[in-house]
């Protein structure tokens, strides 16, 4: 049996409502989710949520759970997919299982029966979490399905947020449904491609677009592909994942051109994954933290073995190294590639070039885009350390949030929370890979707290000095009032 079969293990007959009732014990254990102590807020008329999170994937779940187990309750979390598409997992993801290990505790908030494998256990069993080998993509998608319905999450689905803008210090969102929003504080948990979209090269014709290419992280109809000469631009994860799919499904043949001699060899994402990077990242100079980044930008990742193996094994799988593409245009049966020494021809062609981080190109930032702090704007490299690219990131502070370039932002830029992988130069890798989703949700809803707490300390000083509980009642040093 291949390492990566998807054995879709039986149900334990009533295990998972058990797991449920230890779950709310845990819960009830801990005194949580506390009372709701934020007061609350309108603005003629109309209830201003304390905080809107966008997207309901990983991050989404952790900022919510983080906030709610602070008492900060009067939330809500906006997400445009239907409930149990969210993020990649079942839609774009087209890995057979996750690269990280099983024993990943996910967004467990530090609560045992929270974690991924108490929930696989309580589901499957004992036995079948011995037998798991890596997590499914469909079994990763269910755990977290799973977080947003224990948890209670306030999950608004099939609704994008189109845009933030300022509001008197507040954020107003509006949504693609034709409603807006008010909120003192937005985290944006909107996913690896939420900090700036997907990459696409220029000099591919964008006339290729869709009839005759993708993009990889899109959907793709692989249907169409069968018996069909595929060629894909790029070597990551995402290029093998596309190329193993569309030979599965009956492509005739899947050719890769990869613009390096030999492929990256050591994961340092997985490598720094701990909580000396994810939670010290930040106590580093500008100039210690840039020496990392360009560290790892240089490194970058290698495909899991698992994805190589599972192309190498397919007939009709070939890779070229050495191989930058020049350009890629239409002609003879659909797709000319040009590359140093030969132009090559197939009928379609998958792009697998990643991701960008640009504020510019973030629909839902455009009112704050030109005012918002970027790394280049505080920090200069010496010149054998300058990578544009990673220049282009945002500079945040401390809970994660957006920074003014200069004095003429607006001073609402600063209550919008950006949990993606756009925190990556300022903070490491908490806000997008799976290890660090805790110290993400913790670092923003601590934040959040404190500046609500900061904000509403007159209101909670009257509400203090209003509470009357006599402690001493029924014992002689009792003074009525
Ligand atoms: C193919 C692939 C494989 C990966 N494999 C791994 C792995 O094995 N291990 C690992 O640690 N990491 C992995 N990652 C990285 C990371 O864990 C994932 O990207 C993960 O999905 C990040 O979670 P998230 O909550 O930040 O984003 P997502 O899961 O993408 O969730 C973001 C959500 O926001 C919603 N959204 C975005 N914009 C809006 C808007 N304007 N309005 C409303 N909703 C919006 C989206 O619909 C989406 O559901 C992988 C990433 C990819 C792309």
Redesign the pocket.
Known sequence: MNQTTRIIPRNIPGGLARHEAQVARDLEMLNLPPRAWVPPLARDGVDVRDVVV?????????AAGALIFKGIRNIAV????APG?????VT????D????PKT?PGPCFGIPSLTFRAWYEASFGLEAWEALYKIHNATWQDYLSWLQRVLRLPVNHG????RISPAEGLLRLTL?DGRSMLARRVV???????AGGLHRPNFVAPDLFPELAALA?TPIDFAALRGKSLGLIGGG??AW?NAATALEQGAAEAHMYVRRATLPQINKGRGSAGPGFHMGWDALSLEERWNLIVYMHDAQAPPPHETVKRALKLPGFHIHLSSPTKSARRGGRGVVIELADREVTHDFLIIGTGFVVDMDRV??LADFAPHIARWQDRYTPPEALQRPEMAAFPFLGPGLELQPRDASAPPELGLIHL???GAHATHGGI?????G?AVAGEKVSTAILRHLFQAEIGALRRELEAFDEPELEGTPFFVPR
């Open positions: 966008i997207g309901a994937g990983m991050n989404g779940i952790a906006l997400e445009e997919s598409q969210e993020g990649p997992w774009t993801a087209r890995m299982t996750l690269r990280s990943l609704v994008r947020v189109t693609s944006m948990a909107t996913g690896r491609a939420g992280p994860a995402s994942d629909p839902e949990m993606n992988y806000a997008s890979d799976i290890p989703v």
